[in-house]
């Protein structure tokens, strides 16, 4: 499970939970995990998610407002677990370093990924179709490391490491749809005759090559 | 609007259409088509396709099941304008050829994109949501290219231009996802102080990188 929030934790009437009541909501929102790692939102009802817990979905209403809001809160958990991400890759990336640093942000991604599968698709899903409680939540998450590969490809450019025309944002955040994209296909890989390896490889190398230029 | 099919054009029963009823199953086509542009599929009913054509719904009923299935054809149309895209990169990629292959490449992916927008952005949607009959539309369309790039990245590598860890068929794959997400930048990418020449130049650097280690 990703890692929880620091900010207290509320109802959804705003006000704070104590640890019991704490609890409770954070069984709520595993069970809709878990669920969502099976199948589409469409097909989850609360009065499921209750059964999950054997609790009642009256509770369950006392946290949300319904699977989508349960959701929401779902993706902004997942999305606490990017600045670690961030950190991985913040340094030096024109020697040997930067491959493994590359490396280490492809592996920390598609775990991530596999992880949280069932939420990230249901928030790529939504913001796609134009959700715009999604879209910033997504945005949320990925915008630190955007920024931060931006910030190494235009350093590299400063260097002459990098082509010029390469326009650093595009291409930090070409990077991380490639990270999202490679890392779905983590259940799927062996159809393509490649291993969970061969995917952390291409996406560090693809990585690496654009954000070094080596 | 993408070049047609060869194929005879059919009605929903498969017997064999007409000119002039070719003409106005086209028209209800290039009204769905135009609606998908503005709007979710969820939005369009035959109805309102019909009132765009001057027509009846029991007419549109006669070529298509419903406005998915007419949606499905569309897809399925779009998808004929890729064996052109496929020609551009066949080639020589070790010179300066191979950058302006790139860009012709990106160029053109992106002005197919944005001609046929509403129509990809559905089928993505529905091939993601794992819709079996999307899938298989968008792998048609998708493979013939990620083939061809797959085929240069081998013999790349086979040359000891290309790192040898990179995957040809996921490097591939990740490329045209790459083209896709660029492209779907294209309305609004001023808001990321780029141009419409910045997404052709950074799509065609990374695609020329990765295929030629240059």
Request: aromatic fraction near 6%; charge should be neutral.
């Amino acid at each position: 499970m990703p890692a929880k929030s620091t900010a207290a934790v509320k109802d959804k009437s705003g006000r704070s939970l104590g640890v019991r009541a704490q609890k409770t909501r954070q069984k709520f929102l595993d069970a809709t995990a878990k669920l969502l790692a099976e199948r589409s939102i469409l097909d989850i009802s609360v009065t499921e998610i209750a059964r999950e817990v054997d609790s009642v979905s009256s509770l369950f209403y006392h946290y949300f407002e319904s699977v989508e809001d349960a959701a929401r809160h779902l993706a902004q958990e997942v999305s606490s677990e990017m600045p670690a991400m961030v950190e991985l890759i913040d340094g030096d990336w024109t020697g040997a370093e930067g491959l493994q640093r590359a490396r280490d942000l492809s592996e920390a991604y598609l775990d991530h990924r596999e992880r949280t599968r069932g939420v990230l698709l249901l928030r790529n899903q939504a913001a796609d179709r134009g959700d715009k409680r999604f879209l910033a939540i997504r945005r949320d998450a990925l915008e630190p490391l955007i920024d931060q590969l931006t910030e190494l490809i235009t350093g590299a450019q400063a260097r002459g490491d990098v082509a010029a025309d390469l326009h650093p944002y595009l291409a930090a955040s070409a990077l991380v749809s490639l990270l999202e994209k490679l890392s779905a296909y983590a259940r799927s890989v062996r159809h393509f005759n490649a291993s969970r390896d061969d995917l952390v490889d291409t996406c560090a190398r693809m990585v690496y090559t654009t954000v070094s230029g080596k």
